[in-house]
């Protein structure tokens, strides 16, 4: 696949619960961002992983938020004892480095439904 | 901190009407900018850019050009069709820097009506 793979596309889950949230990026990109879509509020961004570097996590929004990425490939967005205010698409994207001047490319999302 | 203003929506239109969708940004270094279109059900996909000032993004008949006197990016297509409909975003991407790398608007539903 040359697009950015997010998995699962729709989730829905019983709120308190804990969920995990999958992001293949592009092959050979090294920069890779979480973004969470609200209705009404744009993109709010979560998190940043460029190459080996530590990760910038100043917009997660709580310490319930977190996320890992292997190898420098794929990354997982955990949400740990969901609350109902966490439902959103929440949307991957990669890009070859830095963004300046480039584009990211994104996935199609996950639908996270807390009930 | 860097920000993107656009126009809110819903906005409808007639099939070939003429469009223009706002964009005014703030930013502390030289951006580049930005306009994302998402389709319903996808993720985000690039429409055009423009990286420095008096430069021209087009793609698929929309264009936009970089205002640096005026903060502006507003996007234009002359004659917009029902496949148009979608939420358009302005984004910028400051060359000063940060990781968050890029700042969206909140978005524009476009509705077109044939």
């Known amino acids: 696949g040359a697009g950015v793979s997010q998995s699962p596309s729709n989730k829905v889950t019983e709120k308190g619960k804990d969920v995990e949230l999958r992001c293949d990026p592009i092959s050979g990109h090294t920069a890779l961002y979480w973004y969470r879509q609200s209705l009404g509020q744009g993109l709010e961004f979560l998190i940043y992983f460029q190459g080996n570097s530590a990760p910038d996590k100043s917009g997660l929004p709580s310490d319930r938020f977190s996320a890992e990425r292997t190898g420098g490939s794929v990354s997982t967005l955990t949400i740990q004892r969901t609350q109902q205010e966490d439902s959103a698409v929440y949307l991957c994207a990669s890009s070859l480095s830095h963004p300046i001047r480039r584009s990211l490319h994104f996935g199609n999302g996950t639908r996270l439904t807390v009930t | 901190g860097d920000s993107v203003t656009q126009m809110e929506g819903p906005v409808t239109l007639s099939e070939e009407a003429f469009l223009t969708i706002n964009c005014t940004y703030t930013?502390?270094?030289?951006?580049?900018l930005f306009w994302y279109v998402q389709y319903p059900g996808e993720g985000l996909q690039l429409l055009l850019k423009a990286t420095k000032a008096d430069d021209k993004g087009s793609n698929k008949g929309f264009e936009a050009t970089y205002r640096k006197e005026t903060t502006s990016f507003h996007l234009e297509k002359g004659s917009v069709q029902v496949s148009d409909s979608a939420v358009y975003f302005c984004?910028?991407?400051?060359?000063?820097?940060?990781?968050?790398?890029?700042?969206f608007g909140k978005g524009t539903h476009l509705i077109i009506q044939p």
């Open positions: 984004a910028l991407s400051d060359s000063g820097g940060g990781a968050d790398g890029l700042t």
């Open positions: 930013a502390t270094g030289y951006p580049s």
